[in-house]
Protein backbone atom coordinates (compact mmCIF):
# COMPACT_ATOMS: atom_id res chain seq x y z
CA UNK A 1 0.00 0.00 0.00
CA UNK A 2 1.25 3.51 -0.30
CA UNK A 3 1.10 4.89 3.15
CA UNK A 4 1.35 8.66 4.58
CA UNK A 5 2.39 9.16 7.97
CA UNK A 6 1.54 12.37 9.84
CA UNK A 7 3.08 13.26 12.84
CA UNK A 8 4.64 16.43 14.49
CA UNK A 9 7.61 14.46 16.18
CA UNK A 10 10.39 13.64 13.93
CA UNK A 11 11.69 10.42 15.45
CA UNK A 12 8.09 8.91 15.48
CA UNK A 13 7.48 9.62 11.45
CA UNK A 14 11.23 7.76 11.22
CA UNK A 15 10.04 5.03 12.97
CA UNK A 16 7.12 4.15 11.41
CA UNK A 17 8.74 5.03 7.62
CA UNK A 18 11.33 2.40 8.56
CA UNK A 19 8.80 -0.17 9.77
CA UNK A 20 6.66 0.43 6.98
CA UNK A 21 8.73 0.11 4.21
CA UNK A 22 10.40 -3.05 5.58
CA UNK A 23 6.67 -4.11 5.89
CA UNK A 24 6.95 -4.03 1.77
CA UNK A 25 4.61 -0.93 2.03
CA UNK A 26 5.56 2.69 0.43
CA UNK A 27 5.83 5.10 2.77
CA UNK A 28 6.04 9.34 2.98
CA UNK A 29 5.84 11.21 5.92
CA UNK A 30 4.35 14.46 6.77
CA UNK A 31 5.09 16.86 10.04
CA UNK A 32 1.49 17.96 9.92
CA UNK A 33 -1.92 18.30 8.64
CA UNK A 34 -1.06 20.99 6.12
CA UNK A 35 1.74 19.31 4.60
CA UNK A 36 -0.28 16.32 4.88
CA UNK A 37 -2.87 17.93 2.33
CA UNK A 38 -0.14 19.13 0.33
CA UNK A 39 1.22 14.97 -0.26
CA UNK A 40 -2.10 14.21 -0.88
CA UNK A 41 -2.47 16.61 -3.69
CA UNK A 42 0.98 15.41 -5.40
CA UNK A 43 0.44 11.60 -4.98
CA UNK A 44 -2.91 9.64 -4.62
CA UNK A 45 -2.12 7.37 -0.60
CA UNK A 46 -4.33 4.20 0.18
CA UNK A 47 -3.63 5.12 3.52
CA UNK A 48 -3.10 7.86 6.38
CA UNK A 49 -1.99 7.58 9.67
CA UNK A 50 -1.72 10.74 11.67
CA UNK A 51 -0.67 11.76 15.06
CA UNK A 52 -4.10 13.39 16.90
CA UNK A 53 -2.20 16.22 18.32
CA UNK A 54 -0.43 18.26 15.97
CA UNK A 55 0.49 21.86 15.97
CA UNK A 56 -0.80 24.66 12.98
CA UNK A 57 -4.38 21.18 12.38
CA UNK A 58 -4.53 19.04 14.39
CA UNK A 59 -6.00 14.77 13.46
CA UNK A 60 -9.65 14.96 13.79
CA UNK A 61 -9.56 18.03 11.41
CA UNK A 62 -7.05 16.24 8.96
CA UNK A 63 -9.68 13.61 9.12
CA UNK A 64 -12.15 15.72 8.18
CA UNK A 65 -10.46 17.35 4.56
CA UNK A 66 -9.52 13.61 3.93
CA UNK A 67 -12.77 12.01 3.82
CA UNK A 68 -14.53 15.41 2.37
CA UNK A 69 -11.83 15.57 -0.86
CA UNK A 70 -10.12 12.16 -0.86
CA UNK A 71 -13.16 9.43 0.13
CA UNK A 72 -11.59 6.72 -1.04
CA UNK A 73 -8.44 6.93 0.87
CA UNK A 74 -8.12 4.95 4.57
CA UNK A 75 -7.36 6.63 7.69
CA UNK A 76 -6.08 5.31 10.78
CA UNK A 77 -5.56 7.70 13.80
CA UNK A 78 -2.71 7.27 16.34
CA UNK A 79 -2.35 9.20 19.83
CA UNK A 80 -0.88 9.09 23.26
CA UNK A 81 -4.03 10.41 24.91
CA UNK A 82 -6.04 8.15 23.10
CA UNK A 83 -9.87 7.42 24.72
CA UNK A 84 -13.21 5.85 23.69
CA UNK A 85 -15.06 8.69 23.07
CA UNK A 86 -12.06 10.02 21.08
CA UNK A 87 -12.06 6.81 19.28
CA UNK A 88 -15.88 7.00 18.75
CA UNK A 89 -15.99 10.62 17.32
CA UNK A 90 -13.11 9.47 15.12
CA UNK A 91 -14.88 6.66 13.75
CA UNK A 92 -18.27 8.17 12.99
CA UNK A 93 -16.16 10.69 10.99
CA UNK A 94 -14.98 7.74 8.94
CA UNK A 95 -11.53 7.19 10.07
CA UNK A 96 -11.13 3.21 9.55
CA UNK A 97 -9.49 2.44 12.57
CA UNK A 98 -7.86 3.65 16.20
CA UNK A 99 -4.54 3.10 17.87
CA UNK A 100 -3.16 4.16 20.82
CA UNK A 101 0.73 5.36 21.62
CA UNK A 102 3.40 3.60 21.43
CA UNK A 103 2.31 2.01 19.10
CA UNK A 104 2.97 -1.87 18.65
CA UNK A 105 4.59 -3.06 15.89
CA UNK A 106 2.46 -6.14 15.46
CA UNK A 107 -0.83 -4.56 16.32
CA UNK A 108 -0.29 -1.52 13.21
CA UNK A 109 0.90 -3.76 10.52
CA UNK A 110 -2.51 -6.04 11.54
CA UNK A 111 -4.80 -3.11 10.94
CA UNK A 112 -2.84 -2.31 7.77
CA UNK A 113 -3.33 -5.29 6.26
CA UNK A 114 -7.29 -4.75 7.47
CA UNK A 115 -7.40 -2.01 5.47
CA UNK A 116 -5.79 -3.50 2.48
CA UNK A 117 -8.67 -5.77 2.33
CA UNK A 118 -11.34 -3.37 3.03
CA UNK A 119 -10.12 -1.20 0.00
CA UNK A 120 -9.49 -3.78 -2.44
CA UNK A 121 -13.16 -4.48 -1.70
CA UNK A 122 -14.10 -1.41 -2.34
CA UNK A 123 -11.94 -1.09 -5.55
CA UNK A 124 -14.03 -4.16 -6.81
CA UNK A 125 -16.98 -2.91 -5.56
CA UNK A 126 -16.59 0.38 -7.47
CA UNK A 127 -15.41 -1.53 -10.96
CA UNK A 128 -18.39 -4.07 -10.77
CA UNK A 129 -20.88 -1.00 -10.50
CA UNK A 130 -18.66 1.09 -13.34
CA UNK A 131 -19.65 -2.51 -15.29
CA UNK A 132 -22.68 -2.15 -14.21
CA UNK A 133 -23.35 1.01 -15.17
CA UNK A 134 -22.50 0.35 -18.62
CA UNK A 135 -24.02 -2.86 -19.48
CA UNK A 136 -27.26 -2.60 -21.33
CA UNK A 137 -30.20 -4.98 -20.61
CA UNK A 138 -30.61 -8.35 -23.03
CA UNK A 139 -33.98 -6.85 -24.13
CA UNK A 140 -34.71 -5.09 -27.23
CA UNK A 141 -36.60 -1.75 -26.68
CA UNK A 142 -36.13 2.21 -27.31
CA UNK A 143 -39.87 3.22 -26.41
CA UNK A 144 -40.29 5.08 -23.18
CA UNK A 145 -41.46 2.67 -21.52
CA UNK A 146 -38.32 0.11 -21.60
CA UNK A 147 -36.13 2.94 -20.77
CA UNK A 148 -37.98 3.60 -17.50
CA UNK A 149 -38.21 -0.42 -16.84
CA UNK A 150 -34.06 -0.38 -17.68
CA UNK A 151 -33.64 2.26 -15.36
CA UNK A 152 -35.58 1.17 -12.73
CA UNK A 153 -33.51 -1.95 -13.01
CA UNK A 154 -30.20 -0.57 -12.53
CA UNK A 155 -31.07 1.41 -9.87
CA UNK A 156 -31.57 -1.94 -8.11
CA UNK A 157 -29.69 -4.14 -9.50
CA UNK A 158 -26.72 -3.99 -7.28
CA UNK A 159 -28.70 -3.87 -3.70
CA UNK A 160 -29.81 -7.08 -1.86
CA UNK A 161 -33.32 -5.93 -2.20
CA UNK A 162 -36.15 -8.44 -2.69
CA UNK A 163 -38.11 -7.55 -6.20
CA UNK A 164 -41.45 -8.09 -7.23
CA UNK A 165 -41.64 -8.49 -11.00
CA UNK A 166 -45.60 -7.69 -11.98
CA UNK A 167 -46.49 -7.59 -15.77
CA UNK A 168 -49.01 -10.01 -18.35
CA UNK A 169 -47.19 -13.37 -19.24
CA UNK A 170 -44.62 -13.30 -22.19
CA UNK A 171 -43.97 -9.26 -21.33
CA UNK A 172 -39.89 -10.84 -20.55
CA UNK A 173 -40.25 -11.03 -16.63
CA UNK A 174 -38.05 -13.89 -16.60
CA UNK A 175 -35.34 -12.23 -18.42
CA UNK A 176 -35.33 -9.10 -16.36
CA UNK A 177 -34.95 -11.29 -13.37
CA UNK A 178 -31.77 -12.85 -15.18
CA UNK A 179 -30.41 -8.92 -15.96
CA UNK A 180 -31.14 -7.96 -12.36
CA UNK A 181 -28.66 -11.16 -10.95
CA UNK A 182 -26.17 -10.67 -13.74
CA UNK A 183 -24.95 -7.01 -13.13
CA UNK A 184 -25.62 -7.54 -9.31
CA UNK A 185 -23.08 -8.02 -6.41
CA UNK A 186 -24.07 -11.65 -6.70
CA UNK A 187 -23.27 -12.42 -10.01
CA UNK A 188 -20.89 -15.40 -9.46
CA UNK A 189 -23.95 -16.83 -7.37
CA UNK A 190 -26.11 -19.13 -9.57
CA UNK A 191 -29.76 -18.52 -10.84
CA UNK A 192 -31.92 -20.64 -9.61
CA UNK A 193 -35.52 -20.54 -11.29
CA UNK A 194 -38.81 -22.27 -9.81
CA UNK A 195 -41.93 -21.84 -11.63
CA UNK A 196 -44.93 -22.35 -8.61
CA UNK A 197 -47.06 -22.09 -11.17
CA UNK A 198 -45.60 -25.19 -13.23
CA UNK A 199 -44.93 -28.36 -10.81
CA UNK A 200 -47.77 -30.35 -9.01
CA UNK A 201 -48.51 -29.00 -5.15
CA UNK A 202 -47.19 -32.33 -3.81
CA UNK A 203 -43.66 -31.53 -5.14
CA UNK A 204 -43.17 -28.31 -4.57
CA UNK A 205 -41.70 -28.85 -0.90
CA UNK A 206 -39.14 -30.86 -2.23
CA UNK A 207 -38.61 -29.01 -4.92
CA UNK A 208 -37.80 -25.74 -2.38
CA UNK A 209 -36.53 -27.29 0.42
CA UNK A 210 -35.32 -30.62 -0.61
CA UNK A 211 -35.64 -34.10 0.85
CA UNK A 212 -33.90 -36.37 3.39
CA UNK A 213 -33.43 -40.16 1.97
CA UNK A 214 -36.24 -42.20 3.16
CA UNK A 215 -38.47 -39.34 3.97
CA UNK A 216 -41.44 -40.26 1.66
CA UNK A 217 -42.15 -42.87 -0.69
CA UNK A 218 -39.93 -42.78 -4.20
CA UNK A 219 -37.28 -40.71 -1.90
CA UNK A 220 -34.29 -43.05 -2.67
CA UNK A 221 -31.77 -40.46 -2.20
CA UNK A 222 -31.34 -37.17 -0.62
CA UNK A 223 -31.91 -34.09 -2.58
CA UNK A 224 -30.89 -30.98 -2.65
CA UNK A 225 -33.31 -28.25 -3.14
CA UNK A 226 -34.21 -25.07 -4.43
CA UNK A 227 -32.60 -22.82 -1.02
CA UNK A 228 -29.58 -24.32 -0.80
CA UNK A 229 -28.83 -23.99 -4.78
CA UNK A 230 -29.58 -20.37 -4.48
CA UNK A 231 -27.34 -20.11 -1.30
CA UNK A 232 -25.02 -16.93 -2.10
CA UNK A 233 -26.99 -16.18 -5.24
CA UNK A 234 -30.28 -15.38 -6.46
CA UNK A 235 -33.81 -17.52 -6.16
CA UNK A 236 -36.51 -16.54 -8.86
CA UNK A 237 -39.90 -17.33 -7.95
CA UNK A 238 -42.02 -17.33 -11.46
CA UNK A 239 -45.97 -17.19 -10.51
CA UNK A 240 -45.53 -16.94 -6.79
CA UNK A 241 -49.36 -16.51 -6.51
CA UNK A 242 -49.54 -20.21 -7.61
CA UNK A 243 -47.93 -21.66 -4.31
CA UNK A 244 -49.99 -23.41 -1.95
CA UNK A 245 -50.51 -21.30 1.04
CA UNK A 246 -48.85 -23.84 3.61
CA UNK A 247 -45.96 -23.73 1.84
CA UNK A 248 -46.02 -19.89 1.45
CA UNK A 249 -45.53 -19.97 5.72
CA UNK A 250 -42.69 -21.94 5.21
CA UNK A 251 -41.19 -19.41 2.76
CA UNK A 252 -41.82 -16.72 4.70
CA UNK A 253 -39.63 -18.20 7.65
CA UNK A 254 -36.64 -18.83 5.38
CA UNK A 255 -37.06 -14.92 4.15
CA UNK A 256 -36.90 -13.67 7.82
CA UNK A 257 -34.24 -15.92 9.15
CA UNK A 258 -32.49 -17.43 6.42
CA UNK A 259 -32.93 -20.83 8.01
CA UNK A 260 -35.23 -24.09 6.65
CA UNK A 261 -35.31 -28.43 7.31
CA UNK A 262 -35.44 -30.74 4.34
CA UNK A 263 -38.29 -32.35 4.25
CA UNK A 264 -38.13 -35.11 6.96
CA UNK A 265 -34.42 -33.94 8.03
CA UNK A 266 -34.46 -32.77 11.54
CA UNK A 267 -30.54 -30.41 10.72
CA UNK A 268 -31.35 -26.69 10.36
CA UNK A 269 -29.79 -25.41 7.30
CA UNK A 270 -28.88 -21.59 6.28
CA UNK A 271 -29.40 -19.81 2.91
CA UNK A 272 -28.32 -16.51 1.97
CA UNK A 273 -29.99 -15.68 -1.26
CA UNK A 274 -31.56 -12.86 -3.06
CA UNK A 275 -35.89 -13.45 -3.63
CA UNK A 276 -36.90 -12.00 -7.05
CA UNK A 277 -40.22 -13.09 -7.42
CA UNK A 278 -42.75 -12.66 -10.64
CA UNK A 279 -46.72 -13.03 -11.13
CA UNK A 280 -48.95 -12.30 -14.31
CA UNK A 281 -51.42 -11.50 -12.02
CA UNK A 282 -52.71 -8.31 -10.26
CA UNK A 283 -50.68 -9.48 -7.22
CA UNK A 284 -53.02 -7.05 -4.85
CA UNK A 285 -56.26 -8.82 -5.78
CA UNK A 286 -54.47 -11.96 -5.23
CA UNK A 287 -53.79 -11.36 -1.47
CA UNK A 288 -57.04 -10.31 -1.20
CA UNK A 289 -58.54 -13.31 -2.72
CA UNK A 290 -55.95 -15.11 -0.30
CA UNK A 291 -53.75 -16.52 -3.16
CA UNK A 292 -51.04 -14.50 -1.73
CA UNK A 293 -49.97 -14.10 2.14
CA UNK A 294 -50.26 -10.43 3.10
CA UNK A 295 -47.29 -10.72 5.22
CA UNK A 296 -45.16 -12.65 2.70
CA UNK A 297 -46.30 -10.12 -0.25
CA UNK A 298 -44.77 -7.32 2.16
CA UNK A 299 -41.40 -9.36 2.28
CA UNK A 300 -41.23 -9.86 -1.31
CA UNK A 301 -42.16 -6.27 -2.50
CA UNK A 302 -39.70 -4.43 -1.50
CA UNK A 303 -39.46 -2.77 -4.98
CA UNK A 304 -41.74 -3.98 -7.33
CA UNK A 305 -41.12 -3.24 -11.76
CA UNK A 306 -43.71 -3.58 -13.79
CA UNK A 307 -42.89 -4.95 -17.15
CA UNK A 308 -45.55 -3.26 -19.94
CA UNK A 309 -47.51 -5.19 -22.18
CA UNK A 310 -46.30 -4.67 -25.78
CA UNK A 311 -49.62 -3.37 -26.95
CA UNK A 312 -47.86 0.02 -24.61
CA UNK A 313 -44.77 -0.38 -26.95
CA UNK A 314 -45.70 -0.75 -30.50
CA UNK A 315 -42.77 1.27 -31.77
CA UNK A 316 -40.52 -1.68 -30.76
CA UNK A 317 -41.58 -4.14 -32.85
CA UNK A 318 -39.47 -3.28 -35.89
CA UNK A 319 -36.80 -3.76 -33.13
CA UNK A 320 -38.19 -6.91 -31.93
CA UNK A 321 -38.36 -8.01 -35.13
CA UNK A 322 -36.03 -7.67 -36.86
CA UNK A 323 -33.91 -9.18 -33.70
CA UNK A 324 -36.54 -11.99 -34.10
CA UNK A 325 -35.77 -12.43 -37.56
CA UNK A 326 -31.97 -13.14 -37.27
CA UNK A 327 -32.37 -15.30 -33.97
CA UNK A 328 -34.99 -17.70 -35.23
CA UNK A 329 -33.41 -17.82 -38.93
CA UNK A 330 -29.84 -19.06 -37.03
CA UNK A 331 -32.44 -21.52 -34.80
CA UNK A 332 -33.83 -23.43 -38.17
CA UNK A 333 -31.28 -23.52 -40.34
CA UNK A 334 -32.65 -20.67 -42.46
CA UNK A 335 -31.54 -17.42 -44.55
CA UNK A 336 -32.41 -13.98 -43.03
CA UNK A 337 -34.74 -12.48 -45.10
CA UNK A 338 -36.71 -9.52 -44.89
CA UNK A 339 -39.77 -8.60 -44.00
CA UNK A 340 -42.84 -6.65 -46.29
CA UNK A 341 -43.79 -2.96 -45.65
CA UNK A 342 -47.15 -4.66 -45.39
CA UNK A 343 -46.59 -7.77 -42.95
CA UNK A 344 -45.02 -5.38 -40.75
CA UNK A 345 -47.64 -2.92 -40.36
CA UNK A 346 -49.87 -5.72 -39.58
CA UNK A 347 -47.59 -7.10 -36.84
CA UNK A 348 -47.75 -3.12 -35.53
CA UNK A 349 -51.84 -3.01 -35.84
CA UNK A 350 -52.52 -6.29 -33.33
CA UNK A 351 -52.49 -5.96 -29.69
CA UNK A 352 -50.43 -9.10 -28.99
CA UNK A 353 -52.32 -10.65 -26.05
CA UNK A 354 -49.50 -13.15 -25.67
CA UNK A 355 -46.73 -9.87 -25.77
CA UNK A 356 -43.35 -10.54 -26.74
CA UNK A 357 -43.44 -14.68 -26.64
CA UNK A 358 -46.32 -14.67 -29.27
CA UNK A 359 -44.07 -11.94 -31.46
CA UNK A 360 -41.23 -14.30 -31.27
CA UNK A 361 -43.39 -17.63 -31.74
CA UNK A 362 -45.11 -15.76 -35.05
CA UNK A 363 -41.47 -14.82 -36.40
CA UNK A 364 -40.61 -18.17 -36.30
CA UNK A 365 -43.73 -19.52 -38.24
CA UNK A 366 -43.29 -17.42 -40.79
CA UNK A 367 -38.90 -18.11 -40.80
CA UNK A 368 -39.82 -21.63 -40.97
CA UNK A 369 -42.85 -21.55 -43.51
CA UNK A 370 -41.80 -18.65 -46.09
CA UNK A 371 -41.15 -19.39 -49.64
CA UNK A 372 -40.18 -16.32 -50.76
CA UNK A 373 -37.23 -13.65 -50.96
CA UNK A 374 -39.13 -11.71 -48.08
CA UNK A 375 -41.40 -12.40 -44.51
CA UNK A 376 -44.88 -11.24 -46.53
CA UNK A 377 -48.45 -11.50 -45.30
CA UNK A 378 -48.97 -14.64 -46.21
CA UNK A 379 -46.75 -16.41 -44.12
CA UNK A 380 -48.01 -14.56 -40.82
CA UNK A 381 -51.16 -16.13 -39.03
CA UNK A 382 -54.45 -16.01 -40.63
CA UNK A 383 -55.85 -13.92 -37.60
CA UNK A 384 -52.83 -11.25 -38.91
CA UNK A 385 -53.48 -11.24 -42.39
CA UNK A 386 -56.99 -9.21 -42.67
CA UNK A 387 -58.76 -6.70 -40.29
CA UNK A 388 -58.95 -7.77 -36.34
CA UNK A 389 -62.07 -9.80 -35.89
CA UNK A 390 -64.62 -7.59 -34.04
CA UNK A 391 -65.12 -8.70 -30.00
CA UNK A 392 -68.04 -10.66 -29.07
CA UNK A 393 -70.37 -9.92 -27.18
CA UNK A 394 -71.84 -12.37 -24.50
CA UNK A 395 -75.30 -11.69 -22.64
CA UNK A 396 -76.57 -13.58 -19.90
CA UNK A 397 -80.12 -13.18 -17.83
CA UNK A 398 -80.42 -12.14 -14.52
CA UNK A 399 -79.74 -15.22 -12.34
CA UNK A 400 -77.18 -16.93 -14.22
CA UNK A 401 -75.04 -18.19 -11.61
CA UNK A 402 -70.75 -17.41 -12.07
CA UNK A 403 -70.24 -20.77 -12.39
CA UNK A 404 -72.14 -21.20 -15.87
CA UNK A 405 -71.02 -17.40 -16.94
CA UNK A 406 -67.55 -18.74 -16.05
CA UNK A 407 -67.82 -22.27 -18.11
CA UNK A 408 -69.34 -20.30 -21.18
CA UNK A 409 -66.46 -17.45 -21.48
CA UNK A 410 -64.06 -19.82 -21.33
CA UNK A 411 -65.36 -21.98 -23.39
CA UNK A 412 -66.11 -19.01 -25.71
CA UNK A 413 -62.55 -17.68 -25.56
CA UNK A 414 -61.09 -20.99 -26.31
CA UNK A 415 -63.26 -21.02 -29.57
CA UNK A 416 -61.96 -17.61 -30.32
CA UNK A 417 -58.50 -18.67 -30.34
CA UNK A 418 -58.83 -22.06 -32.02
CA UNK A 419 -58.78 -24.37 -28.87
CA UNK A 420 -54.95 -22.80 -28.61
CA UNK A 421 -55.53 -23.25 -24.58
CA UNK A 422 -51.47 -21.06 -24.00
CA UNK A 423 -53.63 -17.94 -25.82
CA UNK A 424 -56.54 -18.22 -23.83
CA UNK A 425 -55.11 -18.60 -20.82
CA UNK A 426 -53.35 -15.21 -21.25
CA UNK A 427 -56.43 -13.61 -22.88
CA UNK A 428 -58.27 -14.90 -19.49
CA UNK A 429 -55.38 -14.69 -17.09
CA UNK A 430 -55.08 -17.59 -15.42
CA UNK A 431 -52.57 -20.72 -15.95
CA UNK A 432 -52.94 -23.19 -17.93
CA UNK A 433 -52.87 -25.87 -15.51
CA UNK A 434 -56.14 -23.78 -14.47
CA UNK A 435 -57.42 -23.86 -17.97
CA UNK A 436 -57.26 -28.11 -17.74
CA UNK A 437 -58.06 -28.53 -14.26
CA UNK A 438 -61.80 -26.61 -15.39
CA UNK A 439 -61.74 -28.92 -18.35
CA UNK A 440 -61.61 -31.62 -16.17
CA UNK A 441 -64.21 -30.51 -14.02
CA UNK A 442 -66.72 -29.60 -16.20
CA UNK A 443 -66.62 -33.44 -18.32
CA UNK A 444 -66.70 -34.89 -14.79
CA UNK A 445 -70.14 -32.96 -14.55
CA UNK A 446 -71.31 -33.88 -17.84
CA UNK A 447 -70.85 -30.05 -19.16
CA UNK A 448 -69.02 -31.19 -22.06
CA UNK A 449 -67.53 -34.08 -24.21
Not at 119 to 132: A, G, M, P, V, Y
Request: hydrophobic share 40%; net charge neutral; charged share 25%.
Amino acid sequence: MRILVVDDELSNRRTLEVLLKRANHQATSACNGIEALERLQQHKFDLVITDLRMPQMDGMTLLENIKQQYPNTQVIMATAFGSIDTAVEAMRMGAWDFVTKPIKKNELLQRIRKAAEQDQLQQENRQLKSEIAKMRPNWIGQSLSMERITEEAKSVADTNASVFLVGESGTGKSLLAKWIHKTSLRNAGRFIVLNCGAIPENLMESELFGHEKGSFTGANQTKVGRLEQADGGTLFLDEVTEMAPQLQVKLLRVLQDGEFERVGGTQTLRTNMRVIAASNRNVEQAVEEGRLRADLYYRLNVVQLKMPPLRERLDDIPLLVEHFLQVQANKNNRAHKPISDAAMQSLQQWDWPGNVRELENTIERAIVLSKGEAIDLVDLPSHLQGPAPSQQIMHFPIGTSLQEIERHFILATLASVDGDKNRAATLLGITVRTLYRKEAEWREAGWIQ
